[in-house]
């Protein structure tokens, strides 16, 4: 089974700081998604990257991938308040379907 | 912007019983999933379901469970007996094919309490 971890599991950071969020998944796939979760809703996709070095950028997050070393990070800058939530990532395989396996979560709360 | 709806928001059921949740997907995708979500634990994959039949599913996704596209616009998921460890967020997604990594659209989730 395709295996996704994330760290940390649990965040607490000052507004104004930056932070890293990463992902790491055991099998091949240059597909990673990123979803946000806050309390008691639904996941909103935050950002798909397709692509061995793709960075993407929206606000204060931004999300890159290293298919090499399996691995995606979420990067927080200058976090505010507005960004407490739980973060996911999510991978596909073409060898596991079109199901997506997600990680453990990143509950972050930003403290003012 | 199109939205995936899920109803109920929380549906309570006595454990044995059947549930259905209901789904209606955006209206041009073309794949659809259920996941399930256990309090403060991660995601999981239940099934996925294209062109009226199911293309996955996990091993979650066991006989008491079942899926249907009964018209054209609900997607359902039925558990026919339901346990204790069935209580969960429900989400139902979709997307518009499979191709190039679209992301999933997730609805608002159905929270499942069995008592």
């Known amino acids: 089974e395709l295996k996704v971890e994330q760290n940390p599991l649990f965040l607490s950071m000052q507004e104004g700081k930056n932070y890293t969020i990463y992902c790491n998944y055991s099998t091949t796939s240059d597909r990673l998604y990123w979803y946000r979760q806050d309390p008691g809703k639904s996941l909103e996709s935050l950002f798909v990257?397709?692509?061995?070095?793709a960075v993407k950028q929206e606000g204060r997050l931004m999300a890159s991938l290293d298919t090499k070393a399996r691995l995606s990070t979420l990067h927080i800058t200058a976090a505010v308040h507005d960004l407490s939530a739980t973060y996911f990532c999510?991978?596909?395989?073409?060898?596991?379907?079109?199901?997506?396996?997600f990680g453990t979560g990143t509950s972050l709360t930003v403290i003012p | 912007e199109p939205e995936v709806t899920q109803t109920p928001s929380h549906q309570v059921t006595q454990m044995g019983q059947e549930v259905i949740l209901r789904c209606v997907p955006i209206?041009?995708?073309?794949?659809f999933y259920w996941y399930r979500q256990i309090l403060g634990q991660k995601v999981e994959f239940l099934v996925s379901?294209?062109?009226?039949?199911?293309?996955?599913k996990s091993e979650i996704f066991d006989d008491q469970f079942s899926v249907e596209r009964p018209d054209g616009s609900n997607f359902t998921l039925k558990i026919r007996s339901t346990k204790l460890e069935d209580s969960a967020m429900y989400f139902c997604?979709?997307?518009?094919?499979?191709?190039?990594?679209?992301?999933?659209?997730f609805g608002d989730g159905t929270r499942l309490s069995i008592l």
């Open positions: 999510a991978v596909d395989s073409p060898n596991t379907g079109n199901q997506f396996y």
């Open positions: 209206s041009n995708h073309l794949y």
């Open positions: 997604a979709s997307s518009r094919d499979r191709v190039m990594g679209q992301p999933q659209h």
């Open positions: 379901f294209y062109n009226n039949e199911i293309s996955e």
């Open positions: 990257l397709l692509s061995n070095g």
